[in-house]
């Protein structure tokens, strides 16, 4: 009667779902939590997300570094909220190529949060970010290009030709619907 509660109806087992969070600073720290807090909103009560957040510059130190790697390597989804134009630090790219190895293409998600709907096109960082997607055998979706059903078709054409899975429609759904800031754009 594994599974079954005394009444004989079945338990529902919850799925911990892993999210690893990298931001820039407090700007971009607040738009990916509206993002998140709209996904756990969303998904309901059997899946339990589970987040791990990191800055930028916290990945200067070795420690938290390594910390932040292990969480990457293995995580369900990755999460990069930064701004447009600025490209990404050294230290976030040096600390990618420690966990990217160890992915073992599994089934997951990286979501690039740069800028807003208003900012046009993609940037050296959702380029770069997209790249490190399709290394890792990971799904992309860049939340700027959201309001272009184009552009958002477009990533998910060149990972299927990589890839049988998709991003399921649940997060993708998600990550589209989440608004944006009312503050974006401000400086801290």
Sequence with gaps: MDGMNASG???????????????????????VLNVSRHMALTIGEEIQLKFSWWRF????????AEQAANA??????????AHPGRG??????QWVE????RRFNQESLLVALIGSEKDSGEDAATEYLRGIAARAGMDYLSKAASSNSE??????R?????????TPPLLENIV?????????GINE
């Excluded at 552009?151 to 998910?156: G, L, R, T």
């Excluded at 589209?176 to 974006?184: V, Y």
């Design 98 to 101: 420690t966990w990217l190895p």
């Design 57 to 64: 510059d916290f990945l200067q130190d070795a420690d938290l």
């Design 158 to 166: 060149g990972f299927g030709k990589r890839r049988e899975t998709k």
């Design 176 to 184: 589209k619907q989440s608004p944006p800031p009312s503050h974006w």
């Design 88 to 93: 990404l630090p050294l230290a976030f790219t």
């Design 151 to 156: 552009a958002i078709k477009d990533s998910e």
């Design 9 to 31: 109806n079945q338990e529902l087992v919850t799925e911990i779902f892993s999210v690893v969070v990298l931001y820039e600073d407090r700007e971009t720290r607040d738009h």
């Design 72 to 81: 990457a390597s293995h995580a369900d989804m990755l999460l990069v909220s």
